[in-house]
């Protein structure tokens, strides 16, 4: 209904999504949050209609009394975003998806405690999920960031990570084209100078031989 809509500009929106709304653009300058909360997200594409019984389930999931900070958004896929083939650009969520979901929580008390609570009920409905979402891979967006999925492994002085860890959530983010992101990872950063908990690795070096 448009009467339920609210029209804003896109930095607006940052603003909105902050939970800081009718606040002066300056405020984005200040790097000291306004107030502590803790999050959790996690994303999903669907290439079917999701059927009204798997509607209702997630309705139920929103409805559990722990979980008032929860939200789920559907971001419709399609347009603009299909006239742009998959091998064109590192992006490749494109033709055969109707949306993407963001599934988004958040609390604000701290602890090991409260926050395991939060994430169980956060995992408990992406695994419900499953049957109405891509699969194989089931693809998620690179942008919601989700540690679930796997992370590099530097541990013991390694500073490469690990290209076979790395797919696993490498083929999730960017289907075939993890392939294409190590080849240039390799060529522009071969030491891997540039990395964080789900960076792109590059290629495995040869093994080296004596004579």
């Not at 900070?69 to 992006?91: C, D, L, V």
Request: aromatic letters at 16%; glycine letters at 6%.
């Amino acid at each position: 209904m448009e009467k339920d809509c609210t029209e804003m500009s896109w930095i607006q929106s940052v603003l909105f999504f902050a939970y800081i709304p009718n606040q002066p653009l300056d405020v984005l300058l200040n790097r000291t949050p306004p107030f502590t909360v803790y999050f959790k997200g996690k994303s999903d594409y669907v290439t079917e209609p999701i059927p009204v019984d798997g509607l209702i389930g997630i309705w139920r999931f929103l409805h559990e009394e722990d979980e008032n900070m929860a939200e789920i958004q559907f971001s419709p896929y399609g347009g603009a975003i299909n006239s742009f083939s998959e091998s064109e650009t590192p992006f490749p969520h494109r033709t055969g998806n109707i949306f993407m979901i963001d599934y988004g929580l958040s609390w604000d008390s701290p602890g090991i405690e409260e926050a395991e609570k939060h994430l169980i009920w956060m995992r408990r409905i992406y695994g419900y999920m499953a049957a109405y979402v891509s699969k194989s891979p089931r693809a998620a967006y690179f942008n919601y960031r989700d540690l679930d999925l796997g992370v590099n492994n530097y541990s013991s002085g390694n500073v490469i990570g690990s290209y076979d860890e790395a797919k696993v959530w490498g083929m999730k983010y960017f289907k075939n084209k993890f392939e294409r992101l190590v080849r240039v990872k390799t060529k522009v950063d071969p030491s891997n100078f540039f990395r964080n908990e789900q960076s792109i690795p590059p290629s495995p070096l040869p093994p080296l031989y004596s004579s």
